[in-house]
């Protein structure tokens, strides 16, 4: 018997039942009671005549009134009727037993409530399921398990909302097979901890060994695997080499449209796999912003293959290969991620070290950019940085983020952050580290004081809003970060291309920021926000499309990269771009120097928010 989940018919009514079972003795078998009051009760026609208190004719004294007309009618006939009645009630009631007995081997159901993907319904049967599900099976020993049943006809990736679905399956299943168990034993916990094995679940590869689940076929490396530092210089995995014994997929697809929440993920998804030594994969299949080598060069060797494609599931965490996306980031980084990573002993910033920690390995592995911007990175960082490195001053970066992201200050949580508390922040990190020389008490002379007032200090500023460059708040010190590539208003592109038709507006620049809707429409044809509604974000994104996404993300990264080699950076906490920057920075120069200053009210520094 195989149970797993799966969407319920939206024609289906669904209740909620807080003590439904998972167990093959739930599916009983029950047969409408029939009862014979009917038959005899003294009001149907066919009984009246054996109650008639009429006595019948004497055979001794013959009739002096000659007969007319038909004799009394026999109850023979309607003896018949009756019985025929019976029979076929009979052949009925049992042909529908039959029926209701081969439909509940093939399914049963028992619904329960989904708070947010809908109506679900738990299924039994003898045949595997044919989309990707979690199930219940029975082990070796007959006892009830679940493990994840991911079909060979379905290509890798799943869809996102597959990948929602097995997780959601998977902790319904395992909750009910433990509230079983501590009913029975009352030995099983109600929760588990981040690593605590589900002594419930059965890894896929001792499914297959166990006959529960057919053998996986064996499979290439996927297509949308991105090419590791050995495959890039030449080589290629050879048929020798042994399947990883375990490993963690990183699947860059994702609704978001910011750059800047996949990089976190991934970091911490790689920083991840090397804590709980697995092998670290990336699939750029479906990412809105194309090829992971268009923007960064090879990530490390894995020396092995990866398995089949079958074996990669979203849940649990404890599995031998897993996979992790946007669809799973609260599953695999959420609560019981917190509670494991985080110091309950320290008080708030100093808990998140050790999150931090994964970034910053994620980090220094993979972020390492195309062979070109980078090239440009260090060219212009020597230009910006040198001298004042040189001449012992300051350079501080400071990053704006305007369109779609708001503060986390209320004061400010439907405008933005006002320009000139950066500046004053800036100010304040030169006064500190150059004028009282890092909060260093010495004896200073007044030529000193004078000479340090006077030292070298650099601001450079990246922003998605390019309105913000020509600002007079910032003053005429202020240097953009990179200039390879620029987001224009639109009053520089109509100045560089002209309007070809006064009524129309066809050129549409990035006044006020990046906006999601306005990213996802580069190169397409929209006429409204009814349109944008209609575009599909991942598949057949059109060539002139891709190239604009392409270079907003390559401006992007090129702007984080500069700002990341200053000595100091100011932002906004609520960015994921200021995020990155702290862990570019180290957490010794961001926390324990202060060298990065958060201007969105008091909030501290989170790695991944969801």
Not at 29 to 40: D, H
Not at 237 to 258: F, H, I, Q, S, W
Not at 387 to 393: A, F, I, L, N, R
Not at 519 to 544: M, R, W, Y
Request: with cysteine; net charge positive.
């Amino acid at each position: 018997m195989l149970i797993n989940a799966t969407k319920k018919a939206k024609t289906m009514h669904a209740r909620r039942n807080p003590n439904l079972t998972v167990s093959s003795a739930a599916y009983s078998q029950l047969s409408p009671s029939i009862t014979s009051a009917t038959f005899l009760s003294p009001t149907v026609a066919s009984r009246r005549n054996l109650l008639s208190p009429s006595p019948p004719p004497s055979p001794n004294l013959p009739s002096l009134i000659p007969r007319h007309g038909k004799k009394p009618a026999s109850s023979t006939h309607t003896k018949l009727v009756k019985r025929i009645l019976v029979g076929g009630i009979g052949i009925t009631i049992l042909l529908w037993l039959v029926i209701r007995h081969i439909y509940g081997q093939a399914q049963q159901t028992a619904s329960y409530d989904n708070d947010s993907n809908g109506e679900w319904e738990m299924v039994g049967g003898n045949r595997l399921p044919d989309e990707p599900s979690a199930l219940v099976v029975q082990d070796s020993r007959g006892k009830p398990k679940w493990t994840v049943s991911i079909p060979s006809t379905h290509d890798f990736p799943l869809r996102p909302e597959q990948y929602s679905n097995i997780c959601h399956q998977s902790m319904e299943l395992s909750k009910q097979l433990r509230e079983e168990a501590k009913a029975t034993n009352n030995i099983a916990k109600r929760m588990l901890n981040y690593y605590q094995k589900d002594q419930y679940y059965i890894d896929i590869q001792e499914a297959e060994a166990q006959s529960i689940l057919p053998p996986s076929k064996a499979s290439s490396r996927p297509k949308g695997f991105v090419a590791d530092e050995s495959i890039a210089a030449g080589g290629s995995p050879a048929a020798e080499m042994k399947v990883c014994d375990r490993t963690l997929t990183y699947v860059m697809e994702t609704n978001d449209a910011g750059f800047g929440s996949t990089l976190l993920r991934m970091w911490m998804s790689y920083g991840l796999a090397v804590k709980e030594n697995r092998t670290f994969f990336v699939d750029d299949t479906r990412w809105p912003y194309g090829k992971y080598s268009t923007y960064f060069t090879p990530p490390p060797s894995a020396g092995c293959l990866p398995p089949p494609t079958s074996h990669m599931v979203p849940c649990p965490h404890t599995a031998r290969h897993i996979v992790v996306s946007g669809a799973t980031v609260k599953s695999t980084f959420g609560h019981a991620f917190t509670e494991e990573f985080e110091d309950a002993t320290k008080m708030r910033i100093q808990r998140e070290r050790k999150i931090f920690g994964l970034l910053r390995t994620g980090y220094e592995a993979l972020f390492k950019l195309r062979a070109d911007d980078a090239k440009y990175v260090d060219e212009r960082a020597a230009s910006l940085y040198g001298h004042v490195t040189k001449e012992g001053g300051v350079s501080i970066g400071m990053h704006v983020r305007h369109g779609d992201k708001h503060p986390y200050q209320f004061q400010y949580s439907k405008d933005y952050i006002p320009l000139d508390r950066y500046v004053d922040t800036a100010r304040d990190i030169y006064i500190d580290l150059v004028e009282n020389a890092g909060g260093k008490k010495s004896k200073r002379s007044a030529l000193k004081d004078l000479e340090a007032r006077h030292s070298a200090a650099r601001i450079v500023l990246a922003s998605d809003d390019p309105t913000v460059y020509d600002t007079q708040e910032l003053g005429p010190g202020v240097v953009r970060a990179q200039d390879r590539i620029i987001l224009a208003t639109k009053a520089a592109l109509e100045a560089a291309q002209g309007r070809k038709n006064p009524w129309i507006d066809e050129i549409t620049g990035w006044e006020g920021g990046f906006y999601r809707d306005v990213f996802f429409s580069l190169g397409q044809p929209v006429g409204n926000a009814h349109d944008i509604n209609k575009l599909d974000n991942t598949d057949k994104v059109p060539e002139s499309a891709m190239n604009l996404r392409e270079l907003v993300g390559r401006a992007y990264l090129m702007d984080l990269a500069m700002l990341g080699r200053a000595d100091t950076v100011v932002c906004t906490v609520s960015s994921a771009g200021c995020r990155i920057l702290a862990v570019m920075l180290g957490w010794d120069k961001s926390f324990e120097k202060g060298y990065w200053r958060n201007v969105d009210g008091s909030f501290d520094w989170k790695g991944i928010v969801w």
